[in-house]
């Protein structure tokens, strides 16, 4: 069975960084596109961010782009977040997810939750 | 940006009864479209994708259906475990959008 888990949430001032870590098992990560979707309290779903099986290319919503980084290292089957420059308005459940050729999200973590004091 | 837009954003239904649940995009994503069913404090799972495609963990009252702009989910007689926020996502173009999402409610 096919697993997230994340982990590296937690309370932050406004201007801050912290790094999101999500563990994969039960499926073969390198063969897999991962992604980030957050959930402010409250809202709705917003995709943040993508990367692919292979190759160089990431992907960002407009609101982070230059402040966060998707990263995975396929080693350890971990896809990571990096997120510099956080904002009030980045506090939410952040979600890892397992993509599918099309990027849609076939697995979800249980989420990670990120609070940004302003 | 590909807006998504669901309706109605509260549905209240009674157990048994079938459910319909609308999902429309600003441009045509031709069939790139999901649903996803989320309960409070949960991660959201995945129903359908290819907008009418099943995971085989799914039961079988869910259905999607749809192509270019406008996209439907039904839930054929609902149960208990259904009353949830339902989610449409697009994956046809970056970035990749979500619909606010419709509440279905017991009746």
């Known amino acids: 069975e096919a697993q997230l888990l994340e982990s590296g949430g937690g309370l932050v001032q406004s201007g801050g960084s912290l790094r999101l870590s999500c563990v994969a098992s039960g499926f073969t990560f390198r063969n897999s596109a991962m992604n980030w979707v957050r959930q402010a309290p409250g809202k709705g779903l917003e995709w943040v961010s993508s990367?692919?099986?292979?190759?160089?290319?990431?992907y960002y919503v407009d609101s982070v782009k230059g402040r966060f980084t998707i990263s995975r290292d396929n080693s350890q089957n971990t896809l990571y977040l990096q997120m510099n420059s956080l904002r009030a308005e980045d506090t939410a459940v952040y979600y890892c997810?397992?993509?599918?050729?099309?990027?849609?999200?076939?697995?979800w973590g249980q989420g990670t939750l990120v609070i940004v004091s302003s | 940006e590909i807006v998504m837009t669901q309706s109605p954003a509260s549905l209240y239904v009674s157990p048994g009864e079938r459910a319909t649940l609308s999902c429309r995009a600003s441009?045509?994503?031709?069939?790139?479209l999901a649903w996803y069913q989320q309960k409070p404090g949960h991660a959201p799972r995945l129903l359908i994708y290819g907008a009418f495609t099943r995971p085989t963990d799914i039961p079988a009252r869910f259905s999607g259906s749809g192509s270019g702009t406008d996209f439907t989910l039904t839930i054929s007689s609902l149960q208990s475990e259904d009353f949830a926020v339902y989610y449409c996502?697009?994956?046809?173009?970056?970035?990749?959008?979500f619909g606010g999402g419709t509440q279905v409610e017991i009746k």
């Open positions: 997810a397992k993509g599918s050729y099309g990027y849609w999200f076939e697995v």
């Open positions: 441009q045509s994503v031709s069939s790139k």
């Open positions: 996502q697009q994956y046809d173009n970056w970035p990749l959008t």
């Open positions: 990367v692919p099986d292979i190759g160089y290319t990431t």
